[in-house]
């Protein structure tokens, strides 16, 4: 499954991933993981490397988590959270965010770019949304350095 | 981790997953996984024939874990849980993963991608399903009361319908006075009966019967407790009524569409929509006038405002009721012209035959395309109707008429206070959404929120009543049983690694963490007491947090806020979550430039590829 004209591993230092930037998508059970399917049932297209873990909440994702998403491979990790949304917490944007900015820092301190990491409000029929975000997120990690 | 034995099916959903998801590849490309014991694919996992394949393998290979990979997990978990339950396997030794919605449906553009990705997807499945481990729900018993929101038609069926099954139920009425849409209906399709007087009978029904709690002028304005045993304010005159339900139905009904001022003429003397027309039929005797004139010609414009970038459903219900209302016409002004500009005609089912009547009776139809829609314009004091009609070979004909009747549709009523207080699922259309329309038509992804009637699409009121009942059916398995069983997938605190320090108790949103007498580990015997454990600096043998399996609500914003990583949420534990990152990345390129060790959660070493494979992905 060697792609044609993109052949070629990334080398370490090289200045952007010379493959498609594997992304993992954080979702929601109710609200933004129905968004992404959504998505897909409408047949609106993003990249295959991205993928999706579906949880009840955003608030309940290890910072440790997310970092292992990175020493794992992964390029990029996109939080489709439910912004006002969460049937759980009234302030789960706060929490999330918190988690957010306390994974960035444990990047930043590894010497990683914090904008590999990446929340938006994904709500439950946002299907364009997701798919324009992860798509625009995706080129976005593509451009940094490897 | 002890060896596990999973069974794996990979579903073809038709062609749905296979026509872009090479399926044998990636049964292929998991029938080595360690703990696999049986993979195989499926044209409909969700078939009879294939459960009963599944349930067989389960029983026959001493199955102790479940991978399907077909659909979303709202269409069929329940489905694969309750098979696995009767085979013998504990429903959540079973994982679903999404390979149509999150894989070949968002991916038709590229199947080798596809592909691959389900292969990622489903070795993720199979890695979180080495660490399930059987739950057994907790049992609490219900309360026998349901809240009924919107004393519509649907409502008050429901209403009645539960009543008869033994459960007090609370109908909820924004307006002064039940009845809804119906109750201000006169002679209604097929059968032409009367709406007010359909209401006028439920409304005696319903104070027949003591059990009916009815509230108008009243709002539910919040919504707490756990499944079966809700906890729920309605405002009703200025105060506020707390009332303990078991669940809740909420029918609150359409909204016609408004056509914008100039759409079609509209805003123009003579140019009405149905419901207008309606009305004015309704509220009138004799021949139908206009201008005090008695009304000689009419064109009706279907699909206004429906089927369109704005609106892109159906409403199904309006051609009935527009040719219902031409035979109602032709019986009140005999001889008057009747013109249907019609896009496509449902008339569905007996409702043809009201076609066939009309048609009969004089009524012309003529059918304009999609993208060609009639114009409707008003010369010398006159309303004309053009439109290029289909059936005569695409011919433009002029029709003068009196009046002009723009068929509009159903949409969603604007409810966001409600949708607030119950977190609805709203659709891309505005509507309710339930989880499935054939196969769980009535329940949402909300627990103790049962939704029906036109708020979740638009119905006739025949097809309203049947959805009202079917939530009366479903409302009234879940509690007549007496009990619910609370999803067992909570969260629990390793009361080994807990520090005492509490965070979790404020974490909680829902106050299911408490702080408890810790089990000491060795030989034990002594139990701390609170004055204690409040004197001195949390430590082990202090109090340890322990969570109420009845309060908590499976949200896990507790675990991450452990500074010991003692917290894990059942189906979602750090080992499984772990495990399902590492599946996912398994076919990824190396992780270049960032090689050599990482200490991972709990002081784990990390494994690190030294090395990229050179396989590029795509």
Redesign the interface.
Known sequence: MVGGGSAGTALAGAATLRRPPRILVWSTNMISDPGIDLAGSSHLHYPPQVVVISLPCTSGIKPAWLLRAFEQGFDGVFIASDGDECGYLADCSRRSAGIVAEAQAMLGRRGMDGRRLRMAAICSVCAEPFARQVREFARAVAEMEA | MTSRRIGVYICHCGGNISDYVDVPAVVGAVRDEPDVVVVRDAMFTCSDLTQQEIFSDIVEHRLDGLVVASC???LHTFTFREMARRAGLNPYEYTQV?I???????????P???T??AI??VR?GIAGTRGTRPLEPTVVETTQRVLVVGGGLTGMRAAIGLADLGLAVVLVEKTATLGGRVGGMGPMFPHGRVGADLVARLRDDIGRRPAVTVLTGAELVAKSGTYGNYHVVVAVGGERRELAVGQVVVATGFADYEPHIGELGYGMPGVLTLPELVSRLDSSHGPLLHDGRRVGSIAYLYCVGSRNEEHSHCSKYCCSATVHTALRITERNPGARQYHVYRDMRTYGRNEEMLTQSRRRGSLYLKFADDDPPEVAREHGRLEVTVRDLLSAGEEIRLPVDLVVLVTGMVARQNRELVDVL?L????DGFF?EIHPKLRPVET??DGVTICGTCQGPKTSAESVASGLAAVTHVGAMLKRGVAELDP?VASVNPEACNGCAVCVEAC?FGAISMVGAPRPAGGGHRVTPAEAGSGEASPGGLVAAVAATGC?????C??VCPT?AID?AG?T?AQ??A???A??MD????????GD?V??GGAR?R??AE???????
């Open positions: 979303s997990p709202k999404n149509r919605e999150q894989c070949s449906w968002a991916h038709t553009d590229d080798q991608g596809a691959r990705k990622s997807l993720a977190k699922p709203v659709g891309r959404n992804v909300v997938q949103p609500k499976g949200c896990g914003a675990a991450p990583g949420l979602y750090d979550v772990t399902i990152i590492d996912l990345a990824l390129p190396g992780p270049e430039g960032r090689t990482v991972g959660p990390l690190v590829a990229a494979p050179a396989e590029v992905v795509r």
